[in-house]
């Protein structure tokens, strides 16, 4: 470095520690979370011209009877000629587009509606679908539309509950089956078989948004990408008050968050005192047949669970 160069980057430093405030001045002016309306229509952008130019290796993926994984799916991008022009799809016979693939769907969630997509490589033989509260046993990969891999499960030791997981994911499981059956391996291993297999392409709305983990490689409003074999799943109670999660959402928007009978800030799928009249919800299963919704002492149509003037209780002498 020349003496010149040096002498401007010394009043540099110094103009920078004369002025500078300390960190006890510092005003942090947090910056407001974009437009949820107008941001889905720049993720629904980003991820039509990601679909238009990835191809995946569809015949490779399509013989009867083979169980294949999320190994077994490779999404690549088109060739690009010298400036950087898509060219056509190589090996057409083999590959496929993946806009000629996936399935658009739509969801409400926050009062916005959402675009996503769906590549369904295979349903899965089982006899359920998730809900969107229940537990499921899964693998997964995840990653942004650039490649980059930021989350995987191989090896589940315990199901996912649905209901901590980002809301995509409680829109796409439902359309999946689970495995038809299950061998068990002579070293304790699982094998499931014919199973659902696909990938969900997701808008940051239905992902984490203006919030993503901290110390991840997930920015602000990244599309995400899961691919993803779905095993087993199990109807969810989660606060064990005789009422599955599932049918806690009585307003049925699949989303279990917002109701709250009682209004005490406890959504009802986690609230054991649904109606707050001081009786446990269930405590509210008078006949006890394991079903607190069918009981409707005062017969006024609403089961004594969300009915605060019926406060009987199977616990009474």
């Known amino acids: 470095m020349n003496l ?4 401007i980057v010394l009043s540099v430093i110094v103009l920078c520690m004369t002025s500078c405030k300390s960190d006890d001045d510092v005003t942090f002016i947090p910056v407001p979370a974009a437009d ?6 720049i993720d629904n952008d980003s991820l039509v011209g990601y679909l238009e130019t990835h191809y995946f290796n569809a015949a490779q993926l399509n013989t009867p009877g083979v ?4 190994d077994d799916i490779v999404i690549t ?9 898509f060219l056509a799809l190589p090996n057409p016979d083999q590959n496929t587009l993946l806009i000629d693939a996936v399935v658009e769907y739509s969801s409400v969630y926050l009062n916005v509606v959402y675009k996503y997509y769906v590549l369904t490589v295979n349903l899965g033989g089982g006899d359920a679908n998730p809900n969107f509260s229940d537990l499921i046993d899964i693998v997964y990969s ?3 539309q650039d490649g980059v891999v930021f989350d995987n499960v191989v090896n589940p030791d315990e199901p996912l509950d649905l209901l901590r997981l980002i809301e995509g994911w409680r829109d796409v499981m439902p359309r999946f089956k689970t495995a038809s059956s299950f061998t068990i391996n ?5 094998k499931y078989n014919d199973y659902g297999l696909g990938v969900m392409f997701l808008p940051s709305g239905l992902g984490y948004y203006a919030n993503p983990p901290p110390l991840s490689d997930i920015g ?14 199990q109807e969810n109670d989660h606060d064990l008050d005789g009422v599955l999660s599932q049918d806690e959402d009585l307003n049925d928007n699949f989303n279990v968050f917002d109701d709250d009978t009682d209004g005490d800030t406890i959504p009802n799928y986690f609230d054991a005192d649904d109606d707050g009249d001081g009786v446990f919800t269930l405590f509210e299963d008078i006949d006890e047949d394991g079903d607190p919704t069918n009981d409707d002492t005062d017969g006024d149509g609403i089961p004594n669970y969300l009915d605060a003037d019926s406060t009987e ?3 009474d002498e």
Do not use: A, C, M, W
């Open 4 to 7: 010149k160069n040096s002498l």
């Open 77 to 85: 991008e088109l060739p690009q000629d010298l400036d950087g022009n």
């Open 142 to 144: 995840g990653n942004t």
């Open 186 to 190: 002579g070293d304790g291993t699982i």
């Open 67 to 70: 169980d294949y994984t999320i």
């Open 36 to 41: 949820r309306t107008e941001q889905q229509v």
């Open 313 to 315: 209780s199977n616990q």
């Open 220 to 233: 602000l409003y990244s599309n995400l990408i899961f691919k993803f074999e779905l095993y087993r799943t």
